[in-house]
T-cell receptor, first 113, second 113 residues
């Protein structure tokens, strides 16, 4: 079993829909959680960075962490065709770590006009 | 903003050649990483370095080596390129604390013929 599980999709939604992307993990020591967006033929870019449980909002994006369930989510409101990309979750336990991140496989999202 | 620059976007080489992929970061980061990304397999860590002249094997180091002579530069070397090393190669960097996100370059799409 992988440490981080992420449904690869693809996920196809109409423009304006609310999108929910999710990851589950098995290591309860993880404390720092990230979401990356990767456009085709480009490198991943950091979208959201959160610590421990709770919500963080940035514009149309909300990252949610539920450590008790070992479950993280990324919500995209009013989705746009420009949101079409692959979204990767990543996480780490933090202190004492070498800086390595554990990545999900990525979910491919298509937002149709 | 953090900038991670990979020397080539596209590269075509022949089997048996020695191949060098270069990566430079401008944020004085201690940690640097090399990944390969293949469809259906996600990001796989090849090697990483947490200091000049220091290196650690990742999950798939076979057939690769690395060099870090200066803090800002991390090179990936394919000693004798093979067709199964055709892939997208991504370089990333992060600061020394174990909790920080990684910042990626735009990748090198390498084809071995």
């Amino acid at each position: 079993q992988k440490e981080v599980e992420q449904d690869p999709g693809p996920l196809s939604v109409p423009e304006g829909a609310i999108v929910s992307l999710n990851c589950t993990y098995s290591n309860s020591a993880f404390q720092y959680f990230m979401w990356y967006r990767q456009y085709s033929r480009k490198g991943p870019e950091l979208l959201m960075y959160t610590y421990s449980s709770g919500n963080k909002e940035d514009g149309r994006f909300t990252a949610q962490v539920d450590k008790s369930s070992k479950y993280i989510s990324l919500f995209i409101r009013d989705s746009q065709p420009s949101d079409s990309a692959t979204y990767l979750c990543a996480m780490t336990q933090g202190s004492g770590n070498t800086g390595k991140l554990i990545f999900g496989q990525g979910t491919t999202l298509q937002v149709k006009p | 903003d953090v900038k991670v620059t990979q020397s080539s976007r596209y590269l075509v080489k022949r089997t048996g050649e020695k191949v060098f992929l270069e990566c430079v970061q401008d944020m004085d980061h201690e940690n640097m990483f090399w990944y390969r990304q293949d469809p259906g397999l996600g990001l796989r860590l090849i090697y990483f370095s947490y200091d000049v002249k220091m290196k650690e094997k990742g999950d798939i180091p076979e057939g690769y080596s690395v060099s870090r002579e200066k803090k800002e530069r991390f090179s990936l070397i394919l000693e004798s390129a093979s067709t199964n090393q055709t892939s997208m190669y991504l370089c990333a960097s992060s600061s020394w604390t174990g909790s920080q996100p990684q910042h990626f370059g735009d990748g090198t799409r390498l084809s071995i013929l």
